[in-house]
C-alpha cells in the first residue's frame, strides 16, 4: 500500500510535470521570438523562405510541430510564385535529436498541398534542389583541416506525407492548362540520400470537362534532386482511362473517339554498371500502352471494336533532350507492325519512326473502319494483307522512305458477291508517297436481278456481259513536301449497280432518292492542300443507255447520252439526249461560282425540250407524288440532306435557267417556240423574257413564284395579233374570227389543279380588230325583234374583263361598226357555260331621229349549242 502511495504519487508528479511541459511550450512557441527560431529551422529544411501561420506543439506520445497555413517560397530563379502552400503541416521532432540538443525533423505530413513545380530556361527545374542530396561516401570525402562543421540536421528528415493535394506546372513564366489533382501518398528516405517514393493522382486540365481520367500510381526509389534522381528506379500503372477524356487532356477538345486505355511503364537511371556505355543522364524506359473497345463516339460498342497495344524500350538522354525507341512494336488483333523511333524534347518538337516489317491483315482495317462509319453491313469482309516498311517523321508528317505492297485480295459483300483486289505496290521517296495499281473488279450481273429481267436477255448478250468486268482503278498521291496530294479513280463499269451496292454496304449510299441503271466510264481525281478538309473534285462521267429513277418522279428518266463533270468542286452536265417529262431533252446544267462559298446550291440552266405538254407533265408528277413530290425530290439532288426539310431544301436551291421548247402545250393551249428565262432563289421563282407564238400571234410575260409557306403565283402576260378562229375551245372557230390583243394579270395558290383553279383570280384588257360573230345577226335581230340567222361584224373593239370563280366576267365590251356601237356583256365559265349579251347602239347623226325601240340579243347556256332569245332592252322594258 505504502509502494502504491509513493509510485502513484510519482506518476501524478509526472503528470503533472508533462501536463505543465505541454502548456508551456504551447504558450513558448506562440511567442515571437520562438516563432521565428521554428520559421528558421522550415527554411533550412526546405532550403526556401518559409511563411507560417499558427503553431502548437505536441509533446507526447511523439514531438509535433502543427503549422497552419504554411507557404513555402519560389526560388528567384524560377519566379516570384510560392513554391510550396499547404492548409496544414505536421512535423514529428526526432527524440533522439532533441536529447543531443539537436532540432531535427522525422516525419512531414501536408494537408492540402498545392505545389508548383517550374522548368526554367535552362531546362533547370524549381525541384533539384529541395530534398536532401545523398552523403559522398567517406573515402570520397576531401580533408578538412580545423573543426568541422556539423552536418545539417535536415538530413535526418525521414518522411514526407500529401494528402488531397495539386501538382500545378509552369514553363518559365506560362502556367501549363494539365496538372494533378488528389495527390496522396509518401516520400520516405530509406537510406541516406536514397528516397523512396510511393504517390497517386488524377490528372485534370482547365477549362474541361473531365468524368474518367482514372488513377497515376508512382512507385520507385531515387536519390536527392540534387543527385538529378541518379540512381533511381521507377514504375507507373495508368488505367481505367476514357480515351474521350485522354484526348481532352492532351489537346483540351473531345475527338470524338471512344473507348478505354490503360498505361504501364518503367524507367532507371545510373543502375548500369561502370562498363556500361551508357551515359550518366540516360534513362532506361518500358512503355505498354493499350487502348481497347475503340469506336466512333455516337456509335454503339460491338465485340469486333478495335483494340491496339504500343510496346516502347528504349532510352532518354536528358542532356540531349532526346528519346530514343529501340525497339517500338504496334500490335492489332492480327496485325504486327516492328520499328524504332526518336523523339526531340527539348527544343521545337520533331521525331521521327522507322517500320521496318508491317503486316497488316484487312480484318484490323475494317474493323477500324467499322468502328468510325456507321451502317456498315454485317456481311462484309474484308481478306487482304499488306506488308512494306515505312519512315517518316515530324509534324505535320513528312514521308522519308520506304515502300507497301498488297496483295491479292476479296471485298465479300452481303448475298455473297465478291470484289476481287489486284495486288498493288507503292512507293515512298523524297517526300512523297505514291500508290498505283490499286483495282476493285466487281461482277457485271448482280444478285439482286430477277429471274425474269435474266431471261429477257439474249444468248448473245449474256455472253457479252460475261466477258465484261466492272473495273475501278484507283491511284493515290501524297506529297508531305509540297503539302498536296490526291486520289484518282478510272472507271469502267458496264453497270453501275454493283457499285451502289458496294458503296452502301460500306456505310456510303451514292444513290439517296434516286436508281441508276446503265453504264458508265471516266476519270475522278480528289486533290487537296494543307487539309484535307479542302477538297477539290476534278474529273467526268459518261453515261450511255441508262435509265434513271428519281423519289418523286412516276416515270423514269431515260439517258441516251450524257457527261457529268467536275472542275474545282463545282458540277456540271451536258446533256446530249435525255428522254423525260414526255420529251427530249438537250442542253447543259452547270454550278455558279458565286454560291461556292455558301451554303447555297447555285445552279445555271440552258435546257431544250422538243415539246413539252402539261398533261405528260402531270403524268410524271401527278396525283401519286402531289402533293409532297418536291419534298420527296429535292433530297436526291442535294447532299447532306438527311434532317432538312423540303421547304429548307428548296430554300437552299438558287438556280438561273433559260428554257426553250418546239411545242408547249397547256390544257388546250398550244404554244410554239418557248422560249423563257427562270431564277429561283429562297423559295421564290420567277419568269421572265417568257415569250411564244401562239394562234398566229405572239405570247410575251412573265410568272412569279413564291412556294412558302403555301404556294402562291402571279402571272402577267401580253397578247399580240393572235387569230381569234384559231383558240381551241370546243367550236369557238365556227362563231368566232378576228383579231386580238391584250394584257392580262392573273394570280392563284394552292397545290394540285382542282385547288389552282379554284384560286384563280384576274383581270385584263382586250383590243380587237375585224370581229366576226357567226350563227345570229344582232342587228337585224334588234331591229326584227326574233333571233335572225347570219353573221355579224365589226371593225374594232375593246374592253376590260375580270376572272373569278372559274368564270370570265365582260362588264362595258364596245363593239365598233361604221353605223353602230354593240355594247357586250355577260360571263363564261371554264365549261365554256355562257350568259352573253349583244345590245346595238345606232350612232346618233345630225338631224336624224334615234329608234324608239331599242332590243338586245341574249345567248346562253352552252355556247357550243346555245340558248338565243331577244329582249326589250332593259331600260325600255315595260313594267306591269
Not at 512503355?287 to 478495335?306: K, V
Not at 507503292?426 to 450481273?445: Q, T, W
Request: charged fraction near 20%; avoid cysteine; hydrophobic fraction near 40%.
Amino acid at each position: 500500500m505504502i509502494r502504491l502511495r509513493k509510485y502513484g504519487g510519482i506518476a501524478v508528479l509526472l503528470l503533472a510535470l508533462l501536463l505543465v511541459v505541454q502548456v508551456g511550450v504551447s504558450l513558448f512557441v506562440r511567442t515571437r521570438h520562438m516563432q521565428g527560431y521554428l520559421i528558421g529551422h522550415l527554411e533550412r529544411a526546405f532550403g526556401r523562405p518559409v511563411q507560417a501561420g499558427r503553431f502548437s506543439v505536441q509533446v507526447l506520445p511523439i514531438p509535433e510541430l502543427d503549422v497552419d497555413a504554411v507557404t513555402i517560397g519560389e526560388d528567384s530563379a524560377f519566379g516570384n510564385e510560392y513554391f510550396l502552400r499547404a492548409e496544414h503541416m505536421t512535423a514529428r521532432l526526432r527524440w533522439l535529436g532533441l536529447m543531443r540538443g539537436h532540432f531535427e525533423f522525422g516525419t512531414m505530413s501536408f494537408t492540402r498541398p498545392s505545389l508548383i513545380l517550374v522548368r526554367n530556361a535552362e531546362g533547370h527545374w524549381n525541384l533539384e534542389r529541395w530534398l536532401p542530396p545523398a552523403r559522398p561516401p567517406a573515402v570520397q570525402r576531401a580533408p578538412v583541416n580545423g573543426p568541422q562543421t556539423r552536418a545539417q540536421s535536415t538530413y535526418h528528415l525521414q518522411k514526407i506525407d500529401f494528402d488531397d493535394g495539386r501538382i500545378n506546372f509552369k514553363l518559365q513564366d506560362e502556367k501549363r492548362p494539365f496538372a494533378f489533382t488528389g495527390v496522396s501518398g509518401s516520400v520516405e528516405q530509406v537510406s541516406s540520400g536514397r528516397w523512396q517514393l510511393q504517390l497517386e493522382a488524377q490528372p485534370w486540365r482547365s477549362g474541361v470537362a473531365l468524368q474518367s481520367t482514372g488513377t497515376v500510381q508512382v512507385v520507385g526509389d531515387v536519390a536527392g534532386t540534387s543527385a538529378r534522381l541518379q540512381p533511381a528506379q521507377i514504375r507507373l500503372h495508368w488505367d481505367k482511362v476514357s480515351l474521350a477524356d485522354l484526348f481532352r487532356l492532351i489537346t483540351g477538345n473531345d475527338s470524338g473517339v471512344r473507348g478505354q486505355f490503360a498505361l504501364d511503364g518503367s524507367a532507371s537511371v545510373g543502375t548500369e554498371t561502370s562498363s556500361s556505355d551508357v551515359a550518366a543522364s540516360m534513362w532506361r524506359i518500358a512503355l505498354q500502352a493499350r487502348a481497347t473497345q475503340i469506336h466512333r463516339w455516337d456509335l454503339t460498342e460491338r465485340d469486333d471494336n478495335p483494340r491496339i497495344n504500343v510496346n516502347v524500350k528504349g532510352s532518354w538522354d536528358l542532356a540531349a533532350g532526346e528519346a530514343r525507341a529501340e525497339e517500338l512494336r504496334v500490335e492489332l488483333p492480327r496485325s504486327r507492325l516492328m520499328g524504332a523511333a526518336v523523339l526531340r524534347t527539348s527544343g521545337s518538337a520533331d521525331w521521327q519512326a522507322q517500320f521496318q516489317s508491317m503486316a497488316v491483315q484487312g480484318e484490323d482495317l475494317l474493323a477500324w473502319y467499322r468502328a468510325f462509319q456507321p451502317d456498315v453491313a454485317e456481311a462484309v469482309a474484308l481478306n487482304d494483307l499488306l506488308t512494306g516498311s515505312v519512315t517518316a517523321s515530324g509534324w505535320p508528317l513528312r514521308w522519308e522512305g520506304g515502300s507497301i505492297a498488297g496483295t491479292a485480295g476479296s471485298l465479300r459483300l452481303p448475298d455473297e458477291t465478291v470484289a476481287r483486289l489486284d495486288p498493288f505496290h507503292g512507293l515512298v521517296r523524297d517526300g512523297k508517297l505514291d500508290v498505283e495499281g490499286f483495282r476493285v473488279r466487281l461482277p457485271v450481273e448482280t444478285p439482286t436481278q430477277t429471274s425474269n429481267e435474266k431471261a429477257e436477255k439474249t444468248a448473245a448478250k449474256t455472253r457479252t456481259s460475261a466477258a465484261q468486268e466492272n473495273i475501278i482503278e484507283a491511284a493515290l498521291t501524297e506529297d508531305s513536301v509540297a503539302r498536296q496530294g490526291g486520289l484518282r479513280l478510272n472507271l469502267h463499269l458496264a453497270e453501275t449497280a454493283p457499285v451502289f451496292r458496294l458503296t452502301a454496304a460500306l456505310g456510303h449510299s451514292l444513290n439517296k432518292g434516286w436508281e441508276y441503271q446503265g453504264s458508265a466510264s471516266g476519270l475522278l481525281a480528289w486533290n487537296w492542300g494543307n487539309s484535307l478538309r479542302d477538297v477539290r473534285r476534278n474529273g467526268s462521267l459518261d453515261l450511255t443507255k441508262a435509265r434513271l429513277q428519281v423519289a418523286g418522279l412516276n416515270e423514269p428518266l431515260r439517258v441516251e447520252a450524257a457527261r457529268l463533270e467536275w472542275k474545282d468542286g463545282l458540277r456540271s452536265a451536258a446533256i446530249g439526249k435525255v428522254d423525260a417529262f414526255g420529251a427530249t431533252w438537250s442542253g447543259g446544267i452547270s454550278e455558279s461560282t458565286a454560291a461556292s462559298g455558301n451554303d447555297e446550291n447555285s445552279w445555271q440552266f440552258q435546257l431544250h425540250a422538243d415539246h413539252l405538254d402539261a398533261t405528260e407533265l402531270d403524268r410524271w408528277i401527278g396525283p401519286r407524288s402531289r402533293p409532297n413530290w418536291l419534298q420527296r425530290l429535292l433530297p436526291s439532288l442535294l447532299v447532306n440532306t438527311n434532317t432538312v426539310g423540303a421547304s429548307e431544301l428548296l430554300r437552299r436551291v438558287s438556280a438561273e435557267e433559260e428554257l426553250t421548247a418546239d411545242t408547249l402545250t397547256i390544257e388546250k393551249i398550244k404554244l410554239a417556240k418557248a422560249h423563257a428565262k427562270l431564277a429561283i432563289h429562297s423559295l421564290r421563282l420567277v419568269v421572265h423574257d417568257a415569250e411564244a407564238q401562239w394562234a398566229g400571234g405572239t405570247v410575251n410575260g412573265g410568272i412569279e413564284a413564291v412556294f412558302s409557306p403555301l404556294p402562291k403565283y402571279e402571272l402577267s402576260a401580253e397578247v399580240k395579233n393572235v387569230d381569234m378562229a384559231q383558240f381551241p375551245w370546243p367550236r369557238w372557230s365556227e362563231r368566232w374570227s378576228g383579231i386580238a390583243s391584250g394584257k392580262i394579270h392573273l394570280t392563284t395558290a394552292g397545290v394540285g389543279r382542282e385547288e389552282l383553279l379554284k384560286q384563280l383570280a384576274g383581270a385584263g384588257t382586250v383590243n380587237l380588230t375585224k370581229i366576226e360573230f357567226r350563227g345570229w345577226d344582232v342587228e337585224l335581230s334588234a331591229e326584227s325583234g326574233g333571233p335572225s340567222k347570219g353573221s355579224s361584224r365589226w371593225t374594232s373593239g375593246e374592253g376590260d374583263f375580270q376572272l373569278s370563280d372559274q368564270k370570265v366576267s365582260l362588264d362595258g365590251f364596245r363593239l365598233e361598226a361604221p353605223h353602230q356601237r354593240t355594247q357586250l356583256s355577260g360571263t363564261i365559265s371554264f365549261g365554256m357555260d355562257g350568259n352573253l349579251t349583244f345590245a346595238p347602239r345606232p350612232r346618233v347623226v345630225a338631224g336624224t331621229h334615234t329608234v324608239s325601240q331599242l332590243r338586245e340579243l341574249r345567248v346562253s347556256g352552252q355556247l357550243d349549242n346555245p340558248a338565243v332569245v331577244v329582249l326589250p332592252a332593259e331600260a325600255e322594258q315595260v313594267r306591269p
